[in-house]
């Protein structure tokens, strides 16, 4: 049943960010507090079994839910930024976009050595800028206990990139 309402809730944007693409519009979602609050609880249900020290939500949509999952569970909430955008001392990764480079960051006392870290973010098309985050974890000596997405793009295959670091990647709706 929630697989439906978050489909019926997502608004599919032609053309964006460039022609040919059809964006995943996940923003109607944040209009529906009790769909909000239902699928917060849904991630939490999927990843009951998984030891997780702490969340690490990607910009910027990975900052929708990510901070809920973690209060639910009683975690730390680590936000993964783009290069320049945290104002303390970080660890860093730069990796290839299909159309350049981009570069994320976390301060760098923010993993502690040995912690089971969860990535989340709103999305998994490519698996890029999750791998990214991924990296980071183990540059910090801790482990990727999985990935957690709202939306799964099967046709991307991001799966594939993702699968070298954990091969829990879960995802509630899938395209």
Request: charged residues 25%.
């Amino acid at each position: 049943m929630i697989k439906e309402q978050i489909k019926e809730a997502i608004r599919d944007v032609k053309d964006f960010p460039k022609e040919g693409i059809i964006f995943k519009d996940i923003t109607p979602i944040l209009e529906n507090p009790e769909l909000t609050k239902a699928i917060t609880k849904e991630f939490v249900r999927q990843i009951k079994h998984t030891k997780v020290d702490a969340i690490m939500g990607v910009e910027s949509r990975g900052f929708f839910w990510g901070p809920m999952i973690a209060q639910e569970l009683g975690v730390p909430f680590i936000p993964v930024r783009k290069k320049g955008k945290l104002p303390y001392k970080t660890v860093s990764h730069k990796y290839d976009l299909e159309y350049g480079s981009a570069e994320i960051e976390v301060h760098e006392d923010a993993i502690k050595e040995g912690a089971n870290i969860l990535i989340h973010d709103d999305l998994l098309a490519t698996g890029g800028t999750a791998a990214a985050a991924a990296e980071i974890v183990l540059k910090q000596k801790a482990h990727v206990a999985g990935f957690l997405f709202l939306v799964v793009l099967d046709f991307l295959n991001g799966s594939a990139t993702l699968s070298k670091y954990n091969n829990s990647i879960k995802g509630l709706v899938n395209y």
